[in-house]
């Protein structure tokens, strides 16, 4: 089935620890999204990319890092740096990279830092 | 840059009424998406309005794109249980995509 998968699905971590979510679609789309979501709130975006080896930083990009190596893949670092982790962190793909098609989302993670 | 606003945040529906939540932006827009969240998932395509005027229904959802290419609305009539969540709106800004804040949707059987 074709689709957006990102795992884990809850993750837990201590404070100051980097952890790595995984973001793998096979949709044939070049552009991936990273966006973070908090209770009550909308998606804010930390992180895009276009094509393979290239990414931009998006509204909160601080405390976030990412690599596009392949097209397939896009996975997001969470880094010690970032102040308030603890959110449901959500990654999307597009086939246009102008950002005017549809989003196809994965089922998220759920990052709980303790 | 673009800033894609929705009101209002909150919506509380008695069962079989009808109710809009808009979508404003800052800047013209090439086009214009509507995604649905249910709670504990993540947001599903509904449509995408590209012409300036355009009116698409979906059922009991009716979906509009504003002349000047500024705004949007999503009217749902004779609510029902199954329309509780969150909907957003999102609009393309140099090449990426961006989300309102959405609103919230409560159903009162």
């Known amino acids: 089935d074709g689709g957006i998968t990102q795992s884990p699905k809850y993750l837990f971590r201590k404070e100051g620890q980097n952890v790595t979510l995984s973001c793998e679609q096979n949709?044939?789309?070049?552009?991936m999204y990273w966006y973070r979501q908090d209770p009550g709130q909308g998606l804010r975006l930390i992180y895009y990319?276009?094509?393979?080896?290239?990414?931009q930083k998006g509204d909160i990009a601080e405390g976030y890092s990412v690599s596009r190596e392949k097209k397939e893949s896009f996975p997001l670092t969470v880094t010690s740096a970032q102040k308030n982790p603890t959110a449901f962190y959500l990654c999307?793909?597009?086939?246009?990279?102008?950002?005017?098609?549809?989003?196809?989302f994965g089922q998220g993670t759920r990052l709980t830092v303790v | 840059g673009q800033q894609v606003m929705q009101i209002p945040q909150y919506q509380h529906v008695q069962e079989g009424e009808d109710f809009t939540t808009y979508c404003n932006s800052s800047?013209?827009?090439?086009?214009i998406q509507w995604y649905k969240q249910r709670p504990g998932g993540h947001p599903v395509f509904l449509i995408q309005?590209?012409?300036?005027?355009e009116v698409k229904k979906q059922k009991r959802l009716t979906f509009q794109f504003g002349e000047a290419k500024k705004n949007s609305s999503l009217h749902i009539t004779a609510t029902q249980t199954t329309d509780v969540g969150t909907y957003f709106c999102?609009?393309?800004?140099?090449?990426?995509?961006?989300f309102g804040a959405g609103t919230t949707v409560t159903v009162r059987a």
């Open positions: 800047t013209t827009l090439s086009n």
């Open positions: 949709l044939n789309h070049d552009a």
């Open positions: 999307a793909s597009s086939i246009s990279r102008a950002g005017n098609t549809e989003a196809f």
């Open positions: 999102a609009g393309p800004s140099d090449y990426k995509l961006s």
């Open positions: 990319s276009q094509i393979v080896n290239d990414f």
């Open positions: 309005l590209v012409k300036s005027g």
